[in-house]
């Protein structure tokens, strides 16, 4: 078995003061709080697509810039073969327990569905080889059903019937392969699932088939007995102008029409959120507080650019408020955080991987600390408790509880007169903010 990364340690937690780029400074796997570690509560995931698939590449550099050390090997299947020996490589180096995937990241497409799901039968059994001796495991899977020519006006969404089986049958095998290697979570994305025109599209009978697609999931997660969650990712555009699972809100809303909101919860990733003008925390509230959050896409976007760049995260402000929704939501369960991102096209070199990974899983461990005393602290809780304390007594109690209407609220109006406001105190919320986050609080 080849080593990859011959000149990379396994990366060890080294504290703060530590000079040293491939050592933690934040992350302690094995540090305990609030009765769990670190390692249990952050639940990182590395990316097979980007991490071992990426090559360099952007829009206007289509030729990859990305030395790699399995760069000398032509055949596909070979270089699958070796793929798998590297990510449990990287990951056990990393210390990351999971590893996700799209079912043509691990395998080369073939001319046919038979031999497609031929070769992923035997990197799968590959796979289970490797997991026999290691702690990596699979956090999820999912499809690209996106890619392929075939899906050039969507897949589940597509004006072809064909394609949308061919779709159908493309997700089975990756549902059962996830369910083979004991995978957690089974994500739906989709790639090109919206449109770049009305002029040409029957937008109902796409949203339509989209609602039968998922059951047919549902229906055949029961069948083979997948005990995972299936997970659905907002994303609002590109590669299509227009995707029809645009932001947490109007997936929910789909999910909720279509009778499927129990079936599924949202994996949110943070560049797909401010791709749909919102912030990151603003899609993880969403989907929290209809009980829906079910695991995350830990990247950032450029706020400059108007696509998906995919950058390892390294905002605390941003980390911070994320670990707070998800440590309000009990932590995860099936979920956890997965780096769906990639080292930047001038950071080519094997190491660039281990680096970005590093800060990423510093910048939520910080997060997750600093998150953790706000919440024990309860400091914003008690703000906003006494901000909505009207709803609680009086004519507000009986707002929330539905024992008054238009006519008992003009009443009460007219008795009272003109309502009293208060401040909000964003500036000093966000001061006090900052206080936690600098660690002087």
């Known amino acids: 078995?080849?080593?990859?990364?011959?000149?990379?340690?396994?990366?060890?937690?080294?504290?703060?003061?530590?000079?040293n780029p491939l050592a933690f400074k934040f992350y302690n796997p094995d540090e305990v709080i609030g009765g769990k570690t670190m390692k249990e509560h952050l639940r990182f995931s590395v990316a097979y697509w980007h991490t071992l698939q990426g090559r360099g590449s952007d829009p206007f550099g289509l030729d990859g810039t990305?030395?790699?050390?399995?760069?000398?090997?032509?055949?596909?299947?070979?270089?699958?073969?070796?793929?798998?020996?590297?990510?449990?490589?990287?990951?056990?180096?990393?210390d990351v327990p999971f590893f996700c995937f799209h079912d043509r990241d691990i395998a080369p497409e073939a001319d046919n569905l038979r031999e497609t799901n031929r070769r992923l039968d035997e990197i799968v059994a590959r796979i289970k080889d490797r997991m026999k001796d290691s702690n990596v495991k699979l956090l999820w899977g999912t499809t690209n059903a996106f890619g392929h020519r075939r899906f050039t006006h969507g897949a589940a969404t597509s004006n072809n019937a064909a394609?949308?089986?061919?779709?159908?049958?493309?997700?089975k095998k990756a549902m059962e392969i996830t369910k083979e290697l004991g995978g957690q979570n089974y994500v739906f994305w989709g790639g090109r699932e919206g449109y770049e025109t009305l002029l040409n599209t029957d937008m109902k009978l796409e949203l339509d088939n989209f609602a039968r697609f998922l059951r047919m999931a549902v229906d055949y997660k029961k069948e083979i007995g997948f005990d995972g969650q299936l997970l659905i990712e907002p994303k609002p555009k590109e590669p299509t102008k227009h995707q029809y699972d645009f932001d947490a809100a109007t997936v929910i809303g789909f999910l909720k029409m279509h009778g499927l909101d129990k079936d599924f919860k949202l994996n949110i990733e943070a560049n797909h959120a401010t791709l749909a003008g919102h912030t990151f925390q603003h899609d993880l509230r969403v989907a929290r507080i209809h009980d829906m959050l079910g695991s995350i896409d830990a990247n950032q976007g450029d706020l400059l650019l108007g696509w998906d760049t995919d950058q390892f995260p390294t905002n605390i402000y941003e980390t911070t408020l994320a670990m707070?929704?998800?440590?309000?939501?009990?932590?995860?369960?099936?979920?956890?955080?997965?780096?769906?991102?990639?080292?930047?096209?001038?950071s080519f070199e094997p190491v660039d991987l281990f680096y970005g990974h590093i800060a990423g899983m510093d910048a939520f461990a910080l997060g997750f600390k600093v998150a953790y005393k706000i919440v024990q602290d309860g400091i914003f809780d008690k703000f906003i408790e006494e901000r909505y304390a009207s709803f609680r007594t009086g004519i507000g109690k009986d707002i929330v509880e539905g024992k008054v209407g238009f006519k008992e609220l003009e009443a009460y109006v007219l008795e009272h007169g003109e309502p009293e406001i208060t401040s909000g105190r964003q500036e000093m919320l966000e001061a006090i903010l900052n206080q936690y986050i600098l660690g002087v609080r």
């Open 1 to 19: 078995m080849s080593e990859f990364f011959k000149n990379i340690p396994k990366i060890k937690y080294e504290g703060p003061k530590s000079d």
């Open 66 to 94: 990305a030395i790699r050390p399995w760069d000398n090997i032509t055949d596909p299947m070979d270089l699958a073969r070796a793929k798998v020996d590297a990510i449990f490589e990287f990951c056990e180096k990393l």
């Open 163 to 171: 394609v949308f089986a061919y779709a159908a049958a493309q997700v």
């Open 324 to 346: 707070m929704e998800v440590i309000k939501m009990g932590g995860f369960t099936k979920g956890g955080l997965n780096f769906d991102a990639k080292v930047r096209r001038g």
